[in-house]
């Protein structure tokens, strides 16, 4: 990543595109290595971070490092199918934090106890209501193969998670579809009707028929 750190000093830098693209692929290779990124340590207790956008889900396995720092261990995401985008936003954070345990469930299953955080504070107490749709009794048969609790983290605090779940490139663009919908409406300038028409008046043996 040293060139992207060159890149702040006091200097002019010409940002060509080759020049940026160098910086953002220091970046990304930066986030994928030591030391932000880092091996398991089946000693050391882990935990969840996750999150929920309109659009997609995102989640992190992290440890604490010996200095106390937080340490990924394994990023994902994935972009919301369309029936999930209709959920309620309480479903789409359990839906986030059931995909982390699925993803990271060789780590955490049969584990010491862990902790998942989220930013949505109602989850904390979701999974022990006594009023749950078919959905969650689904899901809280799932959960109840793990041993963790759900600790809530501010938003401007779970920016791993919320990250991932607002990547760009998962967005749905509403532009693209509804410039499909005007197509699917618009109409053509002349009418098939009146073309057939004008086709009999000039076809002989049609135009015979026509005047009998």
Known sequence: MAYAFQCQGTEAVPWTRYVLMQAFD????GLTEAPILAVADQDRPFHVVCDASDFAIGCALMQHDHEGRDRVVYYQSRQLK????????HDKELLAMKYALAKFRVYL???RPFVVYTDHASLRTAIKSPHISQRM????SFFAEYNFQVEYKP?????VADALSRRPDYAVHKADANAIG???TSTPSSSLLDDVRSAYTKDADAKQLLDY
């Open 109 to 111: 299953l049969g584990s």
């Open 182 to 184: 005007v197509a699917r």
């Open 137 to 140: 009794a689904r899901w809280l």
């Open 26 to 29: 220091a970046v990304k290779q």
């Open 82 to 89: 369309p029936a999930e985008r209709n959920y309620p936003v």
């Open 155 to 159: 938003g401007r605090l779970n920016v």
